[in-house]
């Protein structure tokens, strides 16, 4: 248990380090463009305080726009140097303190960044993050049984089908559903997350899930024949061991072998899985666009869109984390999930 804690502590440390150097990068990157919103951010406060100073002189009204200049210059550190004001940036956005955005606002009108992420991240989660447990947990089952029946209908249907699907543009795919399945045949809403005006209780749940159905069934549609195609060339060859040989003369049924070679692949799907749900976070700004679903990608694009620069950091540096908890997470998962692997080169 010993090594292992050492193993995970090196690992976490390793991890924490990444993150922090991703977080410089990303300072050093915006550091031109943050700089200059917060200068303009320092002018309209400025603007703000003195149109509330009445009575003033010419020469006081001048010194108090100095005075006020500065304070503000000394509270946003603009009056540092540059090496100091990357490394202020740097902490901020390692600590998730991002302050305020410049124009994004929530559905709420809150302008700090981090509640405006946080508001997108769950519709993210909750679309492409179902999206993806779905489609590895289909895609495994269509895999083994293609693999367990070599050169049948299933099996031939793995092989073409993946690059039929890779071949269509998601955007596309996503306009024809929406015409056909919100207009043509009214069975799903044409985007968004709720009615207007939203339901409550078991109702809106309800009501939650019946807009995201159309964008997560596209989804799924698109996406489910590429880890089928992984998982029956992953099994294919353990369909035929020795093992399940063995099994068979046993009389397990195949339904008990299937089970043994999946746990013979473990370590290859969690890293499908894990890899597919730490993608999810990322969201799909198309996809997003196209059915009208508020999630991070469709926030990122609006940042963009609009100059916003915390809340680009704010959206980066998020995924970021995740992703690279989850990556910690994977690695010392293989010597929990085949024991024949051991971190640190051991054996």
């Not at 050492?6 to 463009?33: D, K, P, Q, T």
């Amino acid at each position: 248990m010993a090594p292992f804690a050492s193993l995970a502590a090196r690992r976490v440390a390793h991890g924490v380090a990444m993150y922090l150097l991703m977080c410089l990068a990303y300072s050093i990157v915006f550091n031109g463009v943050a700089d200059g919103a917060l200068r303009a951010r320092i002018d309209e406060e400025v603007a703000l305080a003195l149109r509330q100073a009445n009575g003033l002189g010419p020469s006081d009204y001048a010194n108090l726009r100095t005075a006020l200049t500065e304070a503000k210059m000394r509270q946003y550190r603009l009056d540092e140097s540059l090496p100091s004001r990357v490394l202020w940036r740097t902490v901020d956005v390692a600590t998730f303190h991002f302050g305020r955005s410049q124009s994004v606002v929530s559905a709420s009108g809150d302008r700090e960044v981090l509640s405006i992420v946080l508001e997108a991240l769950p519709n993210t989660l909750a679309l492409f993050g179902t999206e993806a447990v779905l489609v590895m947990f289909l895609g495994g089952l269509v895999g083994v049984r293609a693999a367990s029946r070599r050169n049948g209908p299933l099996d031939r249907a793995a092989s073409v089908l993946p690059m039929v699907f890779n071949g269509l543009p998601t955007w596309w795919v996503g306009m024809i559903a929406l015409m056909v399945f919100s207009y043509v045949l009214p069975l799903f809403p044409s985007g968004g997350v709720h009615a207007n005006p939203a339901p409550h209780g078991w109702a809106g749940v309800l009501d939650y899930l019946h807009h995201m159905a159309l964008p997560l069934l596209t989804l799924v549609a698109l996406n489910l024949w590429n880890p089928a195609w992984l998982i029956r060339n992953l099994v294919g060859d353990t369909w035929h061991s020795d093992f399940v040989r063995f099994a068979r003369a046993k009389g397990l049924p195949e339904s008990r072998i299937a089970f043994h070679v999946i746990a013979a692949i473990r370590p290859a799907l969690a890293t499908m899985v894990l890899l597919g749900l730490l993608q999810s976070l990322s969201g799909n700004i198309l996809v997003e666009g196209i059915f009208g679903w508020p999630g991070l990608g469709g926030l990122y694009f609006s940042a963009v869109q609009q100059s916003d620069v915390p809340v680009l950091m704010g959206v980066l540096s998020l995924q970021t984390a995740l992703n690279l908890a989850g990556l910690v997470v994977l690695d010392l998962a293989y010597d929990w999930l085949d024991p024949r692997i051991r971190l640190g080169g051991s054996t």
